[in-house]
């Protein structure tokens, strides 16, 4: 609130999700702040099946867009940190004009 930032709200993709959501939402509307976004993102196998639903819930209960959903990146035990880190980028940018966003201020 002091430095006047718009709020970017990343939140989990799975059960609980959505309540979560409508409801830091709504706290951040109730201390007149300004809501950036909300981006979703998908952290295991089990939650994929629930992302899409739950954007369509927060939608359109909250009123709100989720600009962005990071899709679940399959097992990536195996993986160099700095490779997962690019995926999620990759997926992160094709969804979102992040100039725009930091814009937005």
């Known amino acids: ?3 006047a930032f718009p709020i970017l709200v ?4 799975g059960l ?3 309540n979560h959501t409508l409801l830091t939402v709504r706290e951040i509307q109730r201390a007149n702040l300004t809501l950036a976004g909300i981006v979703m ?5 089990t939650d994929a099946k629930l992302m ?3 954007k369509e819930e ?3 209960i909250g009123g709100q867009r ?3 959903m990071l899709p679940y990146l399959a ?4 993986m160099p940190q700095s490779l997962l880190v690019m995926r999620a980028c990759v997926a992160l940018t094709r969804q979102l004009d992040v100039q725009a966003l930091l814009a937005s201020n």
């Open 1 to 3: 609130a002091q430095i």
């Open 58 to 60: 927060i939608e359109r």
């Open 10 to 13: 990343v939140v989990k993709a």
């Open 66 to 68: 989720v600009i962005a």
């Open 16 to 18: 609980g999700t959505i």
């Open 52 to 54: 899409i639903g739950a």
């Open 75 to 78: 097992d990536v035990s195996e």
């Open 41 to 45: 993102n998908c952290a295991c196998a």
